[in-house]
């Protein structure tokens, strides 16, 4: 097999980057309103914490399928295809939560909504493989320092959306209602699929060298490890985050719809900020080596900051002026702000590896091989935010999710030792 055969197809120019990117970018906006939407309305609606974490299970389950094929689809036949197949199975997605009706039984309501759910993890992991996977091919050729910038940036505004998204979920349930958020949702992602059918024309990331059932499973043992590290680097974020912070805040302290939607949307948006800037202050991160090593001191941070914010919670773990008045509030809400900045360092280290050390003709599987492993973290994040939080309450998830960073930590430490090259194309 000559050189050339070995290459990927033509990545094309930043245009149709920039085009996969903007996709990108309006569909992460519906997935962070449609979240908190389904979350702050069923619960509205007398659905307990567990039930609301089964709501979002599919999604996440499908995440893992969605992810695992995906790859390979995405290698096979080019992201194009998965970038459009995402758009249009959000908009399915919504057309069907829009159909949803109060009066149904809660069994029927909550196995409607996981279908539903389950078509919108598709579309969710579709698009974001499709765009992190074409920042390596449009710049595999440069140099490792710039490849850090734009994996943390690309990332980084994501998340930070997302949290928009948040707030307009919120927002919009308080403004619109459950119903009509979702048909104007529905719409907005509608032109944005017409627009991108018509300015993402390159066969962006289809490999040349042939894909067989093998490349599917066989990894690198970064690539093993690395994804092993990230099923518990995101469990201990959604232990707390996808139903026993959002539910507390509104039950336990009051707050309204759009107030929870604020709080998450900043979350997420100086998450986002802090996963973009990670590369400006982390300069000597430069290759795979170095950023494995700074994933282990970091991850080791992460994970006292949410057993500190638990025995705060707890009674007689601090003196007792730490338990008057506002004080909870502002233990929980400070602590997962400072958790969100460290999350963000480990989670922009990790996305970075990734990329680096998947070489440029299988990208799209190893990347697709790494969301998989992340999906498996958020399902079972999600499903013990909700058994944890009804069992035992919110500190016993922030116990879990300390529990949870260590052994991400652990299974990065294999990697702190490696002095790999980044991968280059051809």
Known sequence: MTETENKVAPAGDGRTYASVTGAYWA????????????????????????DIAFLFLLYEAMGIITNFLGGWIGARFG??????????????????????DPAWTALFSVGYVMVAQALSGVAKDLTKMSSKSAVKLVVASEEAGLLFRWVAVLTGSKNALKGVGFLLGGVMLEGLGFTHALYAMAGMLAVVLAAALVTIKADLGRAKTKIVKRDLFAKTREINFLSAARVFLFASRDVWFVVGAPVFLYDQLGWSFDRVGLFMAVWVVGYGIVQALVPRFLRRTRDAGSAARGAVLWGSVLALLPAMIAAG?????????????????????????????????????????????????????????????????????????????????LTATLWVSAAMVLLAVMLTVPLGGGRRAIPQSG
């Open 27 to 50: 569909f992460t906006l519906t997935d962070g309103a449609l979240r908190m939407l389904v979350l702050l309305h069923f619960h509205q609606l007398g659905f307990t914490p567990l």
């Open 79 to 100: 992201l194009r295809i998965t970038l459009f197949a995402g758009l249009a199975v959000q908009i399915s997605a919504l057309l069907m939560l829009s159909a949803t």
């Open 313 to 393: 919670l707890t009674p007689g773990w601090m003196p007792a002026e730490f338990g008057a008045g506002d004080a909870p509030a502002i233990i929980l809400v400070g602590g997962l702000l400072l958790f969100g900045v460290v999350f963000a360092v480990n989670s922009a280290l990790h996305s970075y590896l990734i990329v680096a050390y998947s070489d440029a003709d299988k990208v799209a599987l190893n990347v697709g091989f790494y969301y998989m492993a992340n999906a498996v973290g958020r399902f079972a994040g999600t499903l013990l935010s909700g058994l944890v939080y009804q069992l035992a309450g």
